[in-house]
């Protein structure tokens, strides 16, 4: 069974950094894409950057320049650094994975980890 595991959220001013992690667990070695979701409150979640096995990125226009996805394979971890963040970025982020015909995700959904960012 696949297990998605979220972490290294915080409050943070505007301007600052973080970076998430995502340990994996399970039979993950098949899927190609993992990606980095986000869900404000009252707001529905969507996908912020997307990574292929292969290296191959994929941002949203909003954090297109200020984040940075990765994998790490042999880890089985993936990573999201955020830089220059915004108040708007203030969300729960999620990891999943991804196949390119349903960009929704995966039935994989952790806990996620809270960002929040203050002006």
């Known amino acids: 069974q696949v297990q998605l595991v979220e972490s290294g959220g915080g409050l943070v001013q505007a301007g600052g950094s973080l970076r998430l992690s995502c340990a994996a667990s399970?039979?993950?070695?098949?899927?190609?894409?993992m990606g980095w979701y986000r869900q404000a409150p009252g707001k529905q979640r969507e996908l912020v950057a997307a990574i292929a096995i292969t290296g191959i990125t994929n941002y949203a226009g909003s954090v297109k320049g200020r984040f940075t996805i990765s994998r790490d394979n042999a880890k089985n971890t993936g990573y999201l650094q955020m830089n220059s963040l915004k108040p708007e970025d203030t969300a729960v982020y999620y990891c999943?994975?991804?196949?390119?015909?349903?960009?929704?995700?995966?039935?994989?959904w952790g806990k996620g980890t809270l960002v929040t960012v203050s002006s």
């Open positions: 999943n994975l991804i196949q390119p015909y349903d960009l929704k995700g995966m039935d994989y």
């Open positions: 399970g039979n993950i070695f098949s899927i190609n894409t």
